[in-house]
C-alpha cells in the first residue's frame, strides 16, 4: 500500500516538474520561430501543461479504468477552473478580472459546446460507435478542430506584425530553439513516463483502498495532473497578466476533453464513456455553469466594491468542494 502511495508521490512531483519545464521551453520554440503568435503559443503551451492529462488518460483506457479516465479529464476541468477562481480571491485587491480580453469568448464557447456532448455523452444508454470509437469522441475530436480553426482566422497576426516579428527571428541564432526543442522532448518523455506511473498506481490503490477509480481520478489523480497549470496561471496572476491565466485554462480545459475523445479508442472494454459513473455527469454540468460564469467575469467591466467582485470566484469555489462531495459520499 504505501509503496503505491510513494509512487503516486513520486510521479506527480516529477511530472509538475517536467510540465512546468515544458511551459519554459515551449515558450521559447512559440516566440523565436515562424510558429510565433497567440495561437500557435497557446496551443503549443496547452498542450505542454496538460501532457499529464493525456498520459494518464490513455494509459487508464488502456488499462480498461474508464472510471480514472474519464474522471481525470473532467476533474481536471474542475480543478483548473479552482485554482483560477481561489487565486482570483487571493489577488482581489488587484480585480485583475476587470481587464480582461474579449476574445476569450470564442474559446468559451467551444468549452461549452464541448461540456454539452460531454453531458449526452455520459447520459446516453446505447452505445453509438463506429469504428468501435464512440460517435461523441468523434463528434469532440471534430468540434475541438474546427473550433482551433475558427480561433486561428480570428486571431491571425497582422502583416506588419508578422514581419516584424519574422525580422527579430533573423537576428537570433537557432543554438537555443534547438536547444529548446531538445529540451521540449525530453521532457515530453518524462511527462509519458510520470503519466503512465500516475494511471498505474492510481487504479492499483482504487483496487487497494476501495475507493471508487470515479473518486481516485477526478480528484486524486486530476488534482496531480492539474498541478502544471496552476503553477502557471500562479504565475500569470502575480504578474498581473490575467489573459494569460484565463488563456491558459480554457485552453487547458478544452484540451483535457479532447483527450478523453483520444483515449476511447484504446479501451477495449466497450464504451468508455457508457462504463463511466454517473456521477460524473455532475462534473459535466459544473463545467459547463463555471465556463458560462467565466464568460460573464469576462465581458464585466466594473464592479462596486470587493464584495461584488468576489461573489463568482466565491461561487465557483463552494461549487468545486460540494461537487468533490458528492463523488466522495
Not at 474522471?71 to 476587470?98: A, C, P, Y
Not at 463528434?139 to 497582422?158: D, F
Request: charged share 10%; proline share 2%; aromatic share 10%.
Amino acid at each position: 500500500m504505501w509503496y503505491l502511495i510513494l509512487i503516486f508521490i513520486l510521479a506527480a512531483g516529477l511530472s509538475a516538474f517536467a510540465a512546468t519545464r515544458l511551459s519554459s521551453h515551449a515558450d521559447t520554440i512559440s516566440k523565436e520561430t515562424k510558429l510565433g503568435g497567440v495561437l500557435a503559443g497557446t496551443l503549443l503551451l496547452a498542450v505542454a501543461t496538460s501532457l499529464p492529462e493525456l498520459t494518464v488518460t490513455v494509459s487508464a483506457g488502456i488499462i480498461g479504468n474508464a472510471g480514472i479516465a474519464v474522471g481525470n479529464g473532467l476533474g481536471s476541468i474542475l480543478f483548473n477552473f479552482f485554482v483560477l477562481f481561489i487565486l482570483d480571491l487571493h489577488f482581489r485587491s488587484k480585480r485583475l478580472f476587470l481587464d480582461v480580453s474579449n476574445h476569450h469568448i470564442h474559446t468559451g464557447i467551444i468549452a461549452l459546446i464541448l461540456c454539452t456532448t460531454t453531458a449526452f455523452a455520459l447520459a446516453v444508454q446505447s452505445s453509438w460507435s463506429f469504428l468501435n470509437i464512440s460517435v461523441f469522441s468523434i463528434a469532440i475530436v471534430i468540434v475541438y478542430m474546427i473550433g482551433m480553426y475558427i480561433m486561428s482566422k480570428r486571431h491571425q497576426t497582422p502583416k506588419d506584425e508578422k514581419t516584424n516579428a519574422t525580422e527579430k527571428v533573423v537576428d537570433k541564432t537557432n543554438f537555443s530553439v534547438k536547444r529548446a526543442v531538445r529540451q521540449f522532448i525530453l521532457f515530453s518523455l518524462v511527462i509519458l513516463i510520470t503519466g503512465t506511473a500516475l494511471s498505474l498506481s492510481g487504479d492499483a490503490l482504487a483496487q487497494n483502498t476501495g475507493i471508487s477509480a470515479t473518486a481516485i481520478g477526478s480528484i486524486l489523480v486530476a488534482l496531480s495532473s492539474s498541478i502544471p497549470d496552476a503553477m502557471s496561471v500562479y504565475t500569470a496572476l502575480k504578474l498581473s497578466n490575467v489573459n494569460m491565466a484565463i488563456g491558459t485554462i480554457l485552453g487547458s480545459n478544452l484540451f483535457n476533453i479532447l483527450v478523453i475523445a483520444l483515449a476511447d479508442p484504446f479501451y477495449r472494454n466497450g464504451s468508455i464513456w457508457q462504463d463511466s459513473s454517473d456521477e460524473l455527469m455532475y462534473m459535466s454540468f459544473i463545467g459547463f455553469s463555471l465556463t458560462a460564469l467565466t464568460m460573464v467575469i469576462i465581458k464585466r467591466d466594473k464592479t462596486k466594491n470587493a464584495i461584488t467582485y468576489s461573489i463568482p470566484s466565491i461561487i465557483a469555489v463552494i461549487s468545486y468542494f460540494v461537487v468533490v462531495g458528492i463523488i466522495i459520499l
